[in-house]
């Protein structure tokens, strides 16, 4: 079965300081891969997306990620946090005719 | 571009009733549009798949006939939640398939059934 795996509920970081959230995937074949923010009560805002090419992807907000085809990875990345990136974060998975297969989500915690 | 809303953003309705949620792609035609269902602090589960023209494709252990998906045109898909109980008060998000790896998300409809 396809699965999106955030191993890390809730990361706490200060302010200034590097991020790296993770990501793992069970899926048939290498899947399309996207890192999305959610703020409270709002939609989903893409950060970034992988599909093929390059395994080093820039997203938005100063954020990156690298997919690993030998570890079923893909990492979300940032080299320094600002308290505005307090927010939750989701893998997924999918595309093409399917919907996505979102992962549990990690909660990021901005310390001053 | 790539604009996705949802009206209402927040309903509340009565145990028993009906409830219908639009999902609009403002500056896109979609062909496809997916729903997906938020309880509070978790993840997205996918509910449903929305084909314009034909019928929606369930996720395994979605009821269709509570959940009636209609995408009549290629900007429009509604859900409608029937005889609504408490159980389906949700966070209901839609997004439209722009291209093979693009899906944009609306900012959700928040449902509460007392």
């Known amino acids: 079965a396809q699965s999106v795996t955030q191993p890390d509920i809730h990361i706490t970081v200060s302010e200034g300081a590097s991020l790296e959230l993770r990501c793992n995937y069970s899926?048939?074949?290498?899947?399309?891969l996207f890192w999305y923010v959610q703020s409270p009560g709002q939609g989903l805002q893409l950060l970034l997306k992988?599909?093929?090419?390059?395994?080093l992807v820039q997203g938005i907000k100063g954020f990156e990620a690298e997919f690993k085809r030998s570890q079923s990875s893909f990492n979300l990345r940032k080299p320094s946090v600002h308290w505005s990136d307090a927010a939750e974060y989701f893998c997924?998975?999918?595309?093409?005719?399917?919907?996505?297969?979102f992962g549990k989500g990690t909660h990021l915690i901005i310390q001053p | 571009g790539a604009v996705v809303s949802q009206h209402p953003s927040w309903v509340i309705c009565k145990s028993g009733t009906s409830v219908k949620i639009e999902c609009r792609s403002l500056d896109f035609q979609a062909t496809t549009m997916f729903w997906y269902r938020q309880f509070p602090k978790q993840s997205l589960m996918l509910m449903a798949t929305?084909?314009?023209?034909?019928?929606?494709?369930?996720e395994q252990g979605v009821e269709k006939d509570k959940f009636l998906i209609n995408h009549a045109s290629l900007t429009l898909s509604t859900l409608t939640v029937t005889s609504a109980h408490p159980e389906d008060s949700s966070f209901y998000i839609c997004?439209?398939?722009?291209?093979?790896?693009?899906?944009?998300f609306g900012p959700g409809t928040r449902l509460t059934v007392t």
């Open positions: 929305s084909n314009e023209g034909s019928k929606a494709t369930y």
């Open positions: 899926y048939g074949a290498t899947p399309y």
């Open positions: 992988y599909f093929s090419g390059d395994t």
């Open positions: 997004s439209a398939r722009l291209t093979n790896y693009e899906q944009y």
């Open positions: 997924a998975a999918g595309g093409g005719a399917d919907g996505l297969t």
